[in-house]
């Protein structure tokens, strides 16, 4: 069965740290995709970026980086520099490719406080 | 481009009373999708459709819970009856179909409160 796991329940860090939010999946399928979303206080799920299982390139985009690695079956996000506004929870999720199935598999989340 | 809307934002009601949910699409999206998201959880997928068909359900949406999107556009979740355990963030997104990498945009959910 698919399964996100985010050990980390709450995160807080001061204002310019790095922080590394972690992702651990399972799946039997070998094709599949991961996401992160990150929900600030206003409720809204908003989307970060999708990988999918062939591609095991790292990602970096301004002052985010995703790291996949499909050995160790994780799929953790950086976020450097961290800023205030970086406040949110952060989830992890999955989809699998079997059989046309659409449904997103989220992990609990990760509350991420940035204090100035 | 506006994004996925839901309506209400926030929805109080007495315990047995029926509640009815409004999620509006992004306009050329054909995939919809319902989630629940009690506090402190990720949320659980409940049902999608592809234009109006309902192709998948899960096992959380009891004989309680409706869902229709009559038109192929917005779509509506019903929960009848309602019990204090419904009390959770019901989530919207939608998504197009064309090539395999589709994402899922979500709505600022409707906030269910049983009392």
């Known amino acids: 069965a698919q399964k996100v796991t985010q050990a980390q329940t709450e995160i807080s860090v001061v204002e310019k740290e790095d922080v590394t939010l972690d992702c651990v999946y399972e799946?039997?399928?070998?094709?599949?995709?991961l996401f992160w979303y990150k929900q600030p206080p206003s409720g809204e799920l908003v989307f970060l970026i999708r990988?999918?299982?062939?591609?095991?390139q790292n990602e970096i985009s301004g002052r985010y980086s995703w790291n996949f690695q499909k050995s160790t079956s994780s799929f953790n996000f950086t976020i450097t520099a961290s800023q205030v506004v970086d406040s949110a929870v952060y989830f992890c999720?999955?989809?699998?490719?079997?059989?046309?199935?659409?449904?997103?598999?989220f992990g609990q989340g990760t509350r991420l406080t940035i204090n100035p | 481009d506006t994004g996925v809307s839901q309506d209400p934002r926030h929805k109080i009601t007495k315990r047995g009373q029926n509640v009815t949910f409004r999620c509006d699409p992004i306009?050329?999206?054909?995939?919809l999708y319902w989630y629940r998201q009690t506090l402190g959880q990720g949320p659980e997928f409940l049902t999608y459709?592809?234009?109006?068909?309902?192709?998948?359900k899960s096992r959380l949406l009891s004989d309680r819970f409706s869902a229709e999107r009559p038109k192929g556009s917005f779509s509506t979740l019903e929960i009848q009856r309602t019990e204090q355990g419904d009390s959770a963030m019901y989530l919207c997104?939608?998504?197009?179909?064309?090539?395999?990498?589709?994402?899922?945009?979500f709505g600022p959910g409707t906030r269910l409160t049983v009392t």
């Open positions: 997104a939608s998504s197009l179909t064309t090539g395999l990498h589709y994402e899922q945009y």
């Open positions: 799946t039997r399928d070998t094709t599949y995709y």
């Open positions: 990988r999918n299982s062939f591609d095991e």
């Open positions: 999720a999955l989809r699998e490719d079997f059989q046309g199935a659409q449904k997103l598999v």
């Open positions: 306009s050329e999206h054909n995939r």
């Open positions: 459709f592809q234009n109006e068909a309902q192709l998948e």
